[in-house]
């Protein structure tokens, strides 16, 4: 019995030591870095929806598929400039409502092909944001 209290104890301090390391994190994390952190964190949650998707957990699928969707719609919607972003912006919108639309279908239809579609396309987007901030004098720039 202890050692259940003890591993659940460890798993509390580990979690709010992850949760320290991440907020650190996004507290030093310029403009770019934050948005780079917004991409990973709807990876992480749509890698997690597909296994819970093949695992048959229904309410645990549903959750990280929710947690993706915020990401998208709060985080990278919203970070969205369209008066100094124009046609880009625009795109970028699109695309961002097109995704959130794979999320709701894979989650009502259990469907991993739009799962990954919207994992691909996030990775894709992702990918290209991080080559724009390795690019030289983009971080000092806020970019």
């Given at each position: ?10 798993g509390?301090?580990?979690?709010a ?7 650190s994190?996004?507290m ?5 870095q934050l948005i780079?952190?917004l991409f990973?964190?709807?990876?992480a949650?749509i890698r997690?929806?597909?296994i ?9 699928k549903?959750?990280s ?5 915020d990401?998208?719609n709060?985080?990278?919607m ?6 100094r ?8 919108a699109?695309l961002?409502?097109y995704?959130?639309?794979l999320?709701l279908?894979?989650?009502l239809?259990n ?9 691909k396309?996030?990775e ?11 690019q030289?004098g ?5 970019q």
């Amino acid at each position: 019995m202890s050692a259940m209290r003890g591993a659940a104890a460890y798993g509390r301090g580990a979690n709010a030591y992850a949760k320290v390391g991440v907020e650190s994190g996004v507290m030093s994390a310029s403009p770019h870095q934050l948005i780079v952190m917004l991409f990973d964190g709807a990876q992480a949650s749509i890698r997690a929806a597909r296994i819970h998707m093949q695992n048959g957990n229904t309410a645990e699928k549903g959750k990280s598929i929710s947690k993706a969707l915020d990401i998208v719609n709060n985080g990278l919607m919203a970070s969205l400039d369209a008066e100094r972003g124009g046609d880009v912006a625009q795109r970028l919108a699109s695309l961002y409502d097109y995704i959130a639309r794979l999320l709701l279908a894979a989650n009502l239809r259990n469907d991993e092909q739009s799962l990954d579609e919207a994992g691909k396309l996030l990775e894709d987007i992702g990918t290209a944001w991080r080559d724009i901030g390795s690019q030289p004098g983009a971080q000092a720039s806020g970019q």
